[in-house]
């Protein structure tokens, strides 16, 4: 017998007897439960678009995310080209995506694109990822990256610096609607990785004092452009 | 009999609780964490229906585990990635072990994993000759010390910024600092070395989703996504229980994890990992495997009574607010899995005999089950332990006292006899109270002796007819 057989075997011993369900009052069925549902619950977020973006404003406030609204892609080439200067960059860590082809030449530094398969070393040079993403989440101020819209997966997590580019209508008001956007998007291929990133990285292991850039990026700085007008 | 593990427990109990500093630190450190836990939970609508819904689909999971488990299984086969199912702690040891040898590894690289805790698979690399660094801050603090994480979440809570700045100074080499932000930069640095380096990454996993056969880890300082991502094979192990039926399922335990276990709405990074790298991903590993541990989980599985202990998802809430782990401290356990619900489980996984002491660690105050965000009935489980150890052999004394004491009170003579003798005694016993030769140090050493009432209600019954 394989062990999987044995295990599950085991199991299906074990579960001979029913265990009583928990608490005392019933919150809904389990098959019946759906987003909405889980909305009567959760935080409660603004209904109109508006009120969303300044709710992801206030957690980027909270989380330390530096977010900026800006109106077309010239502000965008502005403010990276100011943070170069503050943060003295000298190598860019990119991806291929029309809106990024169309920022980060101005930039005036070398890029490394993830689509050339740079070594990790390379890329921990780098002294900014500069990605796209699947979304944002106004609920907890979240960012949602897969390794295929952001350009794999170290893009976003090795250079001390990760700065995101997104458009208005990737804003999402909650969590339930990133689930089911992935479940949209991707269906049943999805990358290999999702992660929701909700801050610059940090810690409080030493005397539960915060710090950021534990290991991952010490900064993390969101765009939020209009959409293109087709 | 008290087990040696009792002795050792009773022995490290006494000397923290008496120590204030120790006391004074856990206390400041969890400051925070209540008032932001606090806050978070009321801003859910319902933070009550939402623990209901939790507990919900863990008892979906967990009593149809079988079926979720294939689920997962058969969806992560279909993406190329390797799935060993492990009996045994040493089952687990030795596939990460042949893997690292016949994928010839140099360096491995652990993020935090209490999985790996269990099954001492630091111990078993080492002893192998490989080097294995944890990167999750806390752990490598612990590493460097040879200690055992004090706390599920928050391993090295039981240290000051100054013991840790003199551990980096002795192993590391680097001058001395009071700032936790240069002592953050100095492991950053040695750990960057360290993800270029490796060719094998182990994580545990916070939730296993059947329904895309995807793992996902919850943390804060990144070390997990690079732990997960730089080197070419990534290893997963994770209990059998972590399984939750639906993706979407997590759009309520991501952020209930998160504020139970770090007073955070989400922690910094939620990832979800679902194979190797994928034919047109830029990077991600080339081998993705994921160890299922079963290491006597089915035996509490078994237990219907006490099956949902198998809900519980490590957010370490129990222990935060436990009265006996913040006087006590989570080392002295001597387990894996800290306060209540480390009481709770370790005597299934480890026996009821050796590990029965710990449910008796405990002033059942319920605090415990009242933080639960799956609510898991803590300190009833406590309860059921101590009924199950009470059943033990190991038990007669107990039960020779209570039957002596049956005795007594269903005959009244020699009830009447045995509290004239008490009397009597009485003024004697008060000149060696406290002392080595008093017959009821065991009490008397930290408590009060009741005192016998004069007149026995007989006496006084008696006295009042006339």
């Known amino acids: 017998m394989s062990q999987r057989e044995e295990i599950i075997g085991r199991i299906k011993e074990a579960l001979r007897f029913e265990a009583h369900r928990p608490g005392h009052t019933h919150a809904s069925s389990y098959e019946a439960r759906t987003s909405s549902t889980l909305r009567e619950w959760l935080p409660t977020v603004p209904r109109d678009h508006q009120g969303q973006i300044e709710a992801f404003a206030r957690n980027c406030g909270e989380l330390r995310t530096r977010f900026f609204r800006v109106s077309d892609v010239s502000d965008v080439t502005d403010k990276l080209l100011e943070l170069k200067n503050t943060e003295d960059w000298k190598l860019i860590a990119s991806h291929h995506a029309p809106i990024l082809d169309a920022i980060l030449p101005s930039i005036g530094l070398p890029i490394l694109f993830t689509e050339d398969r740079p070594t990790t070393q390379e890329i921990e040079r780098a002294d900014v990822g500069i990605t796209l993403c699947d979304a944002l989440i106004a609920q907890t101020g979240s960012i949602l990256v897969t390794a295929r819209s952001a350009g794999g997966r170290a893009l976003s997590v090795l250079p001390p610096h990760h700065v995101v580019i997104a458009r208005e209508s990737q804003l999402l008001p909650d969590l339930p609607a990133a689930f089911e956007l992935l479940q949209k998007t991707y269906g049943n291929d999805y990358p290999s990785l999702i992660t929701f990133i909700t801050g610059p990285s940090r810690t409080g292991d030493i005397e539960r004092i915060l710090v950021l850039g534990a290991h991952g990026p010490r900064s993390l700085t969101a765009f939020l452009l209009p959409d293109e007008i087709s | ?466």
């Open chain 2, 1 to 466: 009999m008290s087990s040696s593990f009792e002795n050792k427990f009773r022995a490290s109990a006494t000397k923290l609780t008496a120590d204030l500093r120790h006391r004074a630190l856990i206390r400041t450190s969890l400051k925070g964490y209540e008032k932001n836990r606090d806050e978070k939970r009321a801003g859910f609508q319902s933070w009550e229906l939402a623990r209901q819904a939790a507990a919900e689909t863990k008892w979906e999971a967990v009593n149809h585990l079988d079926k979720y488990l294939s689920e997962f299984v058969d969806n992560l086969d279909r993406r190329g990635s390797k799935v060993f199912w492990a009996s045994t702690a040493e089952d687990a040891r030795n596939y990460i072990l042949n893997l690292a040898r016949e994928k010839q590894a140099r360096t491995i690289v652990k993020s935090k994993t209490m999985t790996s805790e269990e099954i001492h698979l630091n111990e078993a690399l080492a002893g192998a000759g490989y080097e294995v660094v944890e990167s999750d801050l806390g752990e490598y603090i612990v590493q460097l010390r040879g200690e055992v994480p004090y706390h599920l979440v928050f391993p090295a809570m039981h240290l000051t910024r100054k013991e840790i700045s003199h551990l980096f100074h002795e192993k590391l080499g680097t001058p001395e600092t009071n700032n936790p932000e240069e002592l953050t930069m100095i492991a950053r640095r040695q750990m960057r070395m360290k993800y270029c380096q490796a060719d094998l990454g182990i994580s545990g996993a916070n939730f296993a989703v059947a329904e895309t056969g995807m793992i996902s880890i919850t943390e804060n300082e990144g070390n997990a996504r690079l732990t997960t991502s730089l080197p070419r094979i990534h290893v997963a192990l994770l209990g059998i229980e972590k399984v939750l039926p639906k993706l979407s399922d997590l759009a309520l335990f991501l952020p209930m994890l998160a504020i139970a276990g770090t007073g955070q709405q989400l922690t910094c990074y939620n990832s979800l990992m679902g194979g190797p790298r994928q034919p047109g991903e830029a990077d991600g590993p080339e081998e993705f495997h994921v160890v299922l541990l079963d290491n006597r989980r089915t035996q509490l599985l078994a237990d219907a009574e006490q099956r949902d202990a198998l809900h519980c998802i490590r957010c370490g809430a129990c222990l935060n607010v436990c009265p006996i782990f913040r006087n006590v401290g989570g080392q002295t356990y001597g387990t894996t899995y800290q306060g209540p619900i480390g009481s709770v489980i370790t005597p299934h996984l480890r026996g009821l005999e050796d590990w029965k002491h710990l449910s008796s660690a405990s002033s059942l105050c319920g605090a415990c089950s009242e933080i639960c965000p799956v609510k898991i009935e803590l300190h009833h489980h406590l309860l059921h332990n101590r009924r199950n150890a009470a059943k033990l052999e190991v038990g007669r004394l107990d039960r020779m006292a209570s039957g002596a004491f049956a005795f007594l009170v269903n005959h009244p003579k020699i009830f009447a006899t045995a509290a004239k003798l008490g009397r009597f005694f009485e003024p004697l016993h008060r000149i060696i109270t406290g002392s080595k030769i008093d017959p009821l140090l065991a009490w008397t050493r930290s408590r009060e002796v009741p005192v016998i009432a004069k007149k026995s209600f007989r006496q006084y019954w008696k006295s009042r007819q006339k």
